[in-house]
């Protein structure tokens, strides 16, 4: 992990991406601040979409999903692999990576007493597969062929396909058991309120807060430093949220503010300031080619955008360097990481290379071309960014180039509907692999859709990294794959994050936990004595 403590005026945290705050300190509570009677106030600018972990498939539900409830396998602070949590073991038990076996600790019960037993993780993941929601996991189960009992501890999985990734799957948000006593084995539950075994109760929701409670039947392997936390939620008001914390009614922001805030908050001091702290990210952006379109479709076309396109500037002036290019579809920090797309077309933008590009392609007029966003779903800078691509390929005079952004719901149906050209889609990942970061984008029912498929990629190299138990003997399959891409180029990648923390400096417990894993840990946070 590579983390920076800054001293700073103001506080700050940039929706790039889904960070987690944790740390080893032993302690409790200590003087008061904006909690109160031990509690600590974490305020976001994100959404909470869901309590249902059958529906929510976005950061700010996942948040609330790693604290209410247990998944089989979690992953610990700094870890990339996922260890028992509700399970006392799991493991594979076929060469073939088909079938999956855990065994359940003794004693589990929910919130409200009731025991959790194997039924209950059966009918979870039969729930997540019924349900089917479009907005929740079940994309991430498709090859799950049926969940068995033998007994009240014991749950076998068994898989349609080869998958080494399935224990990384259960470990994530979707992995979330939840009570077969109060949850409609077919329909969603939007009351609010959620029933699980994790280490925190949910009290109350609404659209301002979120209220948890130490939860005294849990067990598992989090121990909890604080006596319960309040979530606030700042409707992606950034300026709000920043006042929250210089005023002291947060103790610490999580996820939503801008760049340039950030990096004006760097440059101050103060004995009193809150502290950013900065970690190694793992959200990506791309910009993604519609390969049906008449105009994005065009092969010519895509490759004069990627020899255009200066990621350089785009980090130093839109994200004021809270941000760092990237040449790959695979971010780096996880094992797969390539540089494909600048071996490919470089670093600096060429006009005689995009120029060439065009023309090889039969095109000698200026390239009208729309770059659709949406404005807040990808962090609050999405839209200055397409903007400022957009000019980037104006000032060519090779392109007629403008930006359009509508709410996130007609986006998506803009999408499916195949009417943008090209369109900007962020990614925060489920698990630290480089499976995550490929199967959804270019696998069988794929979250692009941009009509892109490569026999190879679907075929072979697809299958034949989830299959590799050893996730290290992957990388020579996972070059090609981003090698076949950047020369293709259904998508475009443009940035990767770095994660940020604006904590009050009374609050202990996130420095070990700004990791590629992306869960929030609320158990790790409480508030110094000193």
């Avoid at 392609?361 to 200026?366: A, P």
């Avoid at 986006?411 to 480089?434: F, H, L, M, R, S």
């Avoid at 399959?477 to 009374?506: C, G, H, M, T």
């Amino acid at each position: 992990m590579n983390l920076r403590r800054h001293r700073t005026a103001l506080p700050v945290l940039i929706g790039l991406a889904s960070a987690c705050l944790a740390g080893c300190d032993a302690g409790l509570v200590g003087r008061s601040g904006a909690g109160s009677d031990g509690q600590v106030v974490v305020g976001m600018s994100d959404s909470v979409l869901a309590t249902d972990p059958a529906s929510g498939y976005d950061p700010g539900s996942w948040l609330v999903f790693n604290n209410v409830f247990q998944s089989l396998l979690s992953f610990p602070n700094g870890a990339t692999e996922p260890v028992p949590e509700a399970a006392e073991a799991c493991s594979f038990t076929d060469r073939q990576v088909t079938t999956y076996r855990c065994t359940l600790k003794d004693g589990l019960k929910f919130s409200t007493g009731e025991p959790l037993t194997s039924a209950d993780v059966k009918f979870t993941f039969d729930r997540i597969r019924r349900i089917d929601d479009p907005a929740g996991p079940a994309v991430m189960f498709q090859n799950l062929k049926s969940v068995q009992t033998p007994d009240d501890e014991t749950v076998v999985f068994r898989l349609r396909l080869p998958d080494a990734t399935f224990p990384s799957k259960i470990a994530s948000g979707a992995g979330s058991l939840v009570s077969r006593a109060h949850y409609d084995a077919n329909g969603l539950r939007r009351d609010g309120k959620a029933v699980g075994s994790g280490p925190y109760e949910l009290d109350s929701f609404t659209k301002d807060e979120a209220v948890f409670s130490v939860n005294e039947k849990y067990q598992g392997t989090a121990e909890v430093r604080n006596k319960g936390v309040r979530l606030k939620f700042f409707q992606a008001d950034q300026k709000a949220l920043k006042e929250a914390l210089v005023e002291g009614q947060v103790d610490l922001a999580y996820r939503g503010l801008s760049a340039r805030d950030l990096a004006d908050l760097e440059k101050g001091s103060g004995g009193s300031a809150p502290d950013v702290v900065e970690g190694t990210g793992v959200e990506v952006q791309h910009l993604v080619f519609n390969m049906k379109d008449p105009v994005a479709g065009r092969r010519g076309v895509r490759r004069a955008v990627a020899h255009l396109l200066d990621r350089d500037a785009l980090v130093k002036e839109v994200h004021r360097d809270t941000a760092i290019p990237l040449y790959s579809i695979i971010p780096s920090g996880i094992a797969g990481h390539n540089t494909a797309f600048f071996d490919t077309y470089g670093a600096a933008p060429s006009r005689t290379a995009a120029a060439a590009a065009l023309r090889a392609d039969g095109i000698t007029d200026k390239v009208k071309l729309t770059l659709w966003s949406t404005p807040a779903r990808y962090g609050p800078a999405t839209d200055q960014t397409l903007k400022d691509i957009a000019g980037q390929l104006n000032s060519s005079g090779l392109f007629e180039a403008d930006v359009k952004s509508v709410p996130f719901e007609q986006y998506e149906k803009g999408i499916q509907a195949g009417t943008y050209g090209v369109y900007v889609k962020g990614w925060v990942p489920d698990y630290p692999d480089a499976d995550n970061f490929t199967a959804p984008f270019f696998g069988e029912g794929n979250v692009l859709g941009n009509h892109y498929r490569n026999a190879t990629i679907t075929g072979t190299l697809i299958p034949r990294t989830a299959a590799e138990r050893d996730r290290a003997a992957t990388n020579d399959e996972f070059d090609r794959l981003q090698n076949i891409v950047a020369e293709e180029l259904p998508l475009l990648p443009v940035w990767q994050s770095k994660q940020y923390v604006a904590v009050r400096d009374d609050i202990r417990g996130y420095q070990y936990c700004l990791d590629a894993s992306t869960v929030f840990r609320f158990w790790e946070l409480y508030r110094s004595t000193t």
